[in-house]
């Protein structure tokens, strides 16, 4: 299958994930990240502010608000084409934006730097057991992680992981993947 197929068929599984189940799979999720220590360490991290059928980010980026861990969120800059970075202090900062998607305000005193995190939660379409990861098509997080020096972390479900997708050499590798049924690790992580 090429990327386009793979997107409307992963999709298609993931948004058959519904009420109940849909709850229960997010909450594991959320337990999996909560436990491992690249999240205890971090005192920043970039979320992405769940949408539709993702796995919800929102009880995640409260728990850190609560806990005075910044938590920050891209905004697609139409301009550049590119995903700017924005502390929030409360959910409910949060508005439609791209494509609908929630996005913080865009406010000078709260922009921040991919290079200001100690941890960064990137959606997807799809996943591989290689830590290859297939978006939306507009290559906003690729172009985005070219920058980090930190963990990279995708929250699926397991409905979303494949055998394998592909990838090539602009395609950023991801360093784990947490799904409802296991974490994949990778790569890992290495600071340069």
């Known amino acids: 299958m090429n990327k386009k197929e793979i997107r409307k068929e992963v999709l298609f599984r993931r948004s058959s994930i519904t009420g109940k189940l849909k709850r229960s799979k997010d909450k594991t999720i959320e337990e999996r990240l909560l436990n491992l220590s690249e999240f205890q360490n971090a005192r920043a991290i970039l979320f992405y502010a769940s949408f539709r059928s993702e796995v919800d980010t929102f009880n995640l980026i409260n728990y850190c608000l ?17 995903l700017k970075l924005y502390k929030i202090k409360n959910i409910d900062e949060l508005a439609s934006g791209y494509c609908g998607i929630p996005e913080p305000f865009a406010s000078a005193d709260r922009k921040m730097n991919i290079e200001d995190m100690d941890l960064i939660i990137v959606p997807g379409v799809a996943f591989d057991e290689l830590c290859n990861r297939l978006g939306y098509g507009k290559g906003f997080y690729d172009r985005l992680l070219t920058k980090k020096l930190c963990p990279v972390i995708a929250l699926s479900y397991e409905e979303q992981i494949l055998p394998s997708i592909p990838s090539q050499m602009h395609d950023i590798k991801i360093d784990k993947i947490i799904t409802d049924k296991r974490i994949i690790e990778c790569h890992g992580y290495k600071k340069n």
Do not use: E, F, Q
Not at 66 to 82: E, F, Q, R, S
């Open 66 to 82: 609560g806990k005075n861990i910044t938590a920050a969120l891209p905004k697609v800059d139409a301009a550049t084409n590119d």
